[in-house]
Nanobody
Framework: QLQACGGGLVQTGDSLKHSCAAS?????MGWFRQAPGEEREFVAT????????YYGDAVKGRFTISRDNAKNTVYLQMNSLKPEDTAVYYC????????????????WGQGTLVTVSS
């Protein structure tokens, strides 16, 4: 089970940090987002050790994924937010080392809404 928090209403250029706590041990973790009327989009993934990370092109250089395995928690630091970052953000876990593919993820958090105003 995944419990995410960190959504909210911010302005362009602001920063926001998501966290996602897992109830059990998780392996690869990822963040996805879904804007209204759009497909769910890959944002970032991280391996269990944290040594491997990948980002979607739209967020590369602005977002950072990290994890604290002692707390079973993964984070998504979002900087330089833009209106096009407005979406519901989901954390998810996979049995793979890491993955950019939505279909590789077995468990999903409830989603948190981020709204970036211009």
């Amino acid at each position: 089970q995944l419990q995410a928090c960190g959504g909210g209403l911010v302005q362009t250029g602001d920063s926001l940090k998501h966290s996602c706590a897992a109830s059990g041990r998780s392996y690869g973790m990822g963040w996805f987002r879904q804007a209204p009327g759009e497909e769910r989009e890959f944002v970032a993934t991280i391996s269990w050790s944290g040594s491997i990370t990948y980002y979607g092109d739209a967020v590369k250089g602005r977002f950072t994924i990290s994890r604290d395995n002692a707390k079973n928690t993964v984070y998504l630091q979002m900087n330089s937010l833009k209106p096009e970052d407005t979406a519901v953000y989901y954390c998810a876990s996979t049995s793979k080392l890491y993955s950019t593919a939505r279909t590789d993820y077995n468990y999903w958090g409830q989603g948190t809404l981020v709204t970036v105003s211009s």
